[in-house]
């Protein structure tokens, strides 16, 4: 695989506001790679950067290896599906899905005949006359999609794409958009604010925060290995925790956590010699039994403050008795089943290879 | 509009009353300064005059078929000329500057928009003198020009072609601005990125996208340019001198000038009117059919 898009140390601030800080990134040829931050983050002036609407600051844009820093948006080989889709009012659909083709100077046959492919690849036969104005949402993204994919860019750039569309729609164009990247091996390159869009779509994820990558790695990488406490938070429901090392077996260390409840987790995760640090503790792998867990299954106690129905499962708010607060889910695996109260005490139980040791004190 | 009211049932009715009652001051001032005057115009349009240049009520053509002489075709032509040209470089001028002033933002935005403005203040006559002062063979331009030696004896500059085109220009400018900054400012901005993304340079994303998105505000601007520009009488007359009479001035002359033939100058007063009705309702039609 090749590099289809490199940022080498890109830099760009507004007037005080550093919007991004030194950003190295490779996007291999072929790869879905998802900008995924909290909004202000910098994650969309990276992709502008891309696109050629910004110009860093500091450092380099390469695009299929060739220096394009200082090039134009028009002459790159990048396309974007903007957030508001942008589409040509005064256009039909055919004409704006045509538009890029027609700058490349293509016959009048060629560009027939690509733009009634891309027509039936996103599945908008009988729509080509028509006005933008007339389509309904999940339409316009269609050929927003369209027309960026009609000149057969290197690199399709979408800025939130989907954030328009509602909740039924947008999970059908997800699958949409990963097989239509799948079939053309077109490098995708996505930003979202949306963590279930971001796990559901990518290869890669580049988790953005503050102007800098947080982590880059597979979702499914980040979600079992978070780098930082902004990584496990972010993706996944995660309770960070300050954890002491009160005791070093051959396998497993002994932690106190939040100064209050024991907790073993594999020695090897511990970062060295370090006192203290901080661990994160998933919310669905909190296992929630009414009756006192055993030592040995890495357990301990918490009274139930609140409970929030979400459907699949229940949302529990838990207090220890040292004043710990943390969230744990209890799936609702059998209709009627009672789950569990608030005012409940519950004992919660931790598989030690489930505690993620994050390398900060 | 239609849908709307048909969409409620309700409101799909005469305004009441109080309608009308809101409505009157307005028809009384149509009534009495538009409609009245256009009829009488009109019925001065079939009249004739006498020794004394009074308006004696007949009916006839001779207004009409007089208007149809070479001498008055060619003032005609060359008023629809000199108004197409002033439109022409009004929109020229116009659309950088509606296009900075739209993509401009708030505090300055406004000050702009007040420099726009700002020539209104004064009359129009005073401006119109002002160019005088500015263009005349001992005037401010031809002095600064002798003063740095850049030209041996004074330019001809006023009393010319160039001058009324100018002085039509400088006047109607503002006019062609802000309609075409009322367009631009609607346009999302992410539209101009679209058309660079897919590959258009700065010429071909004003050719493909801004100048077809605009299109209104430059109708408006053509209409609210094109129309006063080729009955202006005051602008010809004075930074023209009596060398280029347009028919605005010809018509000023029939009223009030020398020739006394209010009869004639009503005839070419209704052409004129008639001639804006029929564009007028061309423009309509199509702008309404590509609506539909």
Redesign the interface.
């Known amino acids: 695989m090749s590099a289809s898009v490199e940022l080498r140390g890109v830099a760009k601030r507004f007037g005080a506001v550093v919007a991004v800080d030194d950003v190295s990134l490779t996007v291999q040829a072929g790869e879905f790679l998802t900008l995924l931050g909290p909004s202000g983050c910098g994650k969309t002036t990276l992709l502008r950067m891309i ?3 910004e110009s860093p600051d500091r450092g380099a844009v390469l695009i299929g290896g060739a220096d394009v820093t200082h090039l ?3 002459r790159r080989d ?3 599906v ?3 889709y ?5 256009l039909s659909v055919r004409d704006n899905i045509a ?2 083709l027609r ?2 100077r293509l016959s009048r046959a060629a560009i027939e005949q690509r733009v009634a492919e891309i027509i039936a690849l996103v599945a908008l036969v009988g729509c080509e006359a028509r006005k933008p104005h007339e389509l309904s949402g999940g339409q316009r993204q269609r050929v927003a999609l369209a ?2 994919l009609a ?1 057969r860019p290197a690199v399709l750039l979408l800025d939130e794409p989907l954030s328009a569309l509602d909740a039924g729609l947008r999970q059908t164009m997800q699958i949409e958009l990963k097989r239509l990247q799948r079939r053309l091996g077109t490098t995708f390159v996505l930003v979202t604010h949306d963590q279930g869009e971001a796990l559901a779509l990518s290869d890669r994820v580049a988790l953005v925060n503050r102007g800098r990558l947080e982590q880059v790695g597979p979702a499914a990488e980040i979600y079992a290995r978070p780098a930082t406490a902004f990584a496990a938070e972010f993706i996944g429901q995660a309770n960070v925790i300050e954890a002491a090392m009160i005791g070093r077996g051959a396998e497993l260390a002994r932690l106190r956590v939040g100064g209050d409840f024991e907790l073993s987790v594999p020695v090897a995760l511990w970062p060295g010699e370090a006192p203290r640090a901080k661990i994160a503790i998933r919310a669905e792998k909190i296992r929630l039994v009414a009756a006192p867990v055993a030592a040995a299954e890495n357990g301990f106690s918490a009274r139930v403050e609140e409970k929030v129905f979400q459907g699949a499962s229940d949302r529990l708010s838990l207090v220890t008795a040292g004043g710990v607060r943390l969230i744990a889910m209890a799936p609702n695996v059998r209709a009627g089943q009672g789950s569990f109260r608030a005012g409940d005490t519950v004992w919660c139980a931790v598989h030690p290879e489930d505690v993620v040791v994050l390398g900060e004190t | 509009m239609t849908d709307l009211v048909q969409a409620s049932p309700g409101t799909a009715r005469l305004p009441r009353f109080t309608g009308w009652l809101l409505l009157a001051p307005l028809a009384v001032w149509l009534i009495a300064f538009v409609v009245a005057p256009a009829l009488i115009l009109v019925v001065y349009s079939f009249s004739e005059r006498d020794e004394l240049g009074r308006v004696v009520f007949t009916f006839t053509l001779e207004n009409y078929r007089r208007a149809a002489d070479p001498v008055y075709l060619a003032v005609f032509g060359r008023s629809v000329a000199y108004a197409a040209i002033t439109t022409a470089i009004c929109a020229v001028l116009a659309y950088p500057v509606a296009w900075t002033l739209a993509r401009t933002r708030a505090p300055w935005r406004g000050r702009l928009l007040l420099l726009v403005m700002i020539p209104f203040w004064t009359s129009f006559l005073i401006r119109t003198y002002a160019w005088i002062t500015i263009l005349k063979s001992e005037g401010l331009l031809n002095g600064l020009l002798l003063y740095t030696h850049t030209i041996a004896a004074p330019l001809e500059l006023l009393y010319t072609p160039g001058a009324v085109v100018l002085g039509l220009v400088y006047a109607y400018l503002p006019f062609m601005i802000l309609p075409i900054y009322g367009s631009a400012e609607k346009l ?1 901005p ?2 101009i ?9 700065p010429w ?1 994303s004003f050719a ?2 801004v100048l ?2 605009t299109r209104p505000g430059l109708a408006a601007g053509v209409m609210m340019v094109f129309v006063p520009a080729i009955g202006m009488f005051a602008i010809s007359d004075l930074m023209g001198g009596a060398r280029v009479p347009l028919i605005g001035n010809v018509i000023q002359d029939q009223f009030v000038g020398q020739a006394r033939d209010k009869p004639f100058g009503a005839a070419l007063a209704v052409i004129f009117m008639a001639l804006f009705a029929l564009l007028y309702w061309l423009w309509q039609r199509r702008t309404e059919g590509r609506v539909a």
Request: one cysteine or more.
């Open positions: 696109a050629g609407f134009p948006p028009h990048v396309n974007q903007f957030q508001s942008a589409l040509f009012p005064h538009f890029g700058l490349q027309r960026a000149p | 999302d992410a539209l990125e679209a058309a660079h993304d897919l590959g258009c340079g071909q493909r996208v077809p998105l």
